[in-house]
């Protein structure tokens, strides 16, 4: 069983900058497409960023585009979320994801049904 531990969430003023880190707990049998979300108490959790699994391909929410970037280390097993310019809305708790890959096609990186293994989520919070 894949299991996915976040880290690096804390609290920030505006404008700030924040890195979390998604550990993979072990060496998997095949690569995973890695995704970040996030969820508000009583919304919708939602897509942030997508990272294919060799790392060539990434995408972004609109409101994360510019502002935060996905990486990955494989040979560390983490995925990174660098967050710059953070604002209060940003406030979160943040998860990730990993699914089989390709999710890049038909757009199925934004939904949250494609990924078979998530984290427990790490707290961030902008303060204004």
């Known amino acids: 069983q894949v299991q996915l531990v976040e880290s690096g969430g804390r609290s920030v003023q505006a404008g700030g900058s924040l890195s979390l880190i998604c550990a993979v707990s072990?060496?998997?049998?095949?690569?995973?497409?890695m995704a970040w979300f996030r969820q508000v108490p009583g919304k919708e959790r939602e897509f942030v960023a997508y990272?294919?699994?060799?790392?060539?391909?990434?995408l972004y929410s609109d409101s994360a585009k510019g502002r935060f970037t996905i990486s990955r280390d494989d040979a560390k097993r983490n995925t990174y979320l660098q967050m710059t310019g953070l604002k209060p809305e940003d406030t979160a708790l943040y998860f990730c994801?990993?699914?089989?890959?390709?999710?890049?096609?038909?757009?199925?990186?934004?939904?949250?049904?494609?990924?078979?293994?998530w984290g427990q989520g790490t707290q961030v919070t902008v303060s204004s």
């Open positions: 994801a990993a699914g089989l890959p390709p999710l890049y096609l038909n757009n199925r990186y934004s939904q949250q049904r494609v990924y078979a293994h």
């Open positions: 990272i294919n699994w060799d790392g060539a391909r990434s």
């Open positions: 072990k060496q998997t049998d095949r690569p995973y497409d």
